[in-house]
Nanobody, 119 residues
Framework: QAQLVESGGGLVQAGGSLRLSCGVA????????MGWFRQAPGEEREFVAR????????YYDDSVKGRFTISRDNDKNTVYLQMNSLKPEDTAVYYC????????????WGQGTQVTVSS
C-alpha cells in the first residue's frame, strides 16, 4: 500500500515556474516507479512525465519536454516536478502516481493539486 500527497500547485503567470512535490507514504518508495499526470477541465487525464526507480531514467510528453523536470529523492520518499516556462495550456489538476511493477502501469494515485497559468 502507498499513500500519495501532492503539494505545490497554485496560480502563476505565463512564463513563470512552479515546483510540485509528491510525498509518498510507503515501506519501499525506492521500489516504486513514479509518474506525473494531469487533467484539464473537460479533458481526459494525460501523461506528463515518469522516472525510473533510481531516478536515472526519465521520460516526458512532447508537450512539456525541455520545460518540465521530474526528479525523486528516495531518502525523503518524494518525487518532484519542476515546471518552467509555464503556458496557459498547462493549466490542469496534476496527479502523481506510483507503480509497483513498471512505469507503464500505476497502482496508486494522489488526490491532485491544481495548477493555473494565467495569460
Amino acid at each position: 500500500q502507498a499513500q500519495l500527497v501532492e503539494s505545490g500547485g497554485g496560480l502563476v503567470q505565463a512564463g513563470g515556474s512552479l515546483r510540485l512535490s509528491c510525498g509518498v507514504a510507503a515501506l519501499s518508495f525506492s521500489r516504486l516507479y513514479m509518474g506525473w499526470f494531469r487533467q484539464a477541465p473537460g479533458e481526459e487525464r494525460e501523461f506528463v512525465a515518469r522516472i525510473s526507480l533510481g531516478g536515472g531514467i526519465t521520460y516526458y510528453d512532447d508537450s512539456v519536454k525541455g520545460r518540465f523536470t521530474i526528479s525523486r529523492d528516495n531518502d525523503k520518499n518524494t518525487v518532484y516536478l519542476q515546471m518552467n516556462s509555464l503556458k496557459p495550456e498547462d493549466t490542469a489538476v496534476y496527479y502523481c502516481a506510483a507503480g509497483r511493477t513498471s512505469w507503464d502501469h500505476y497502482d496508486y494515485w494522489g488526490q491532485g493539486t491544481q495548477v493555473t497559468v494565467s495569460s
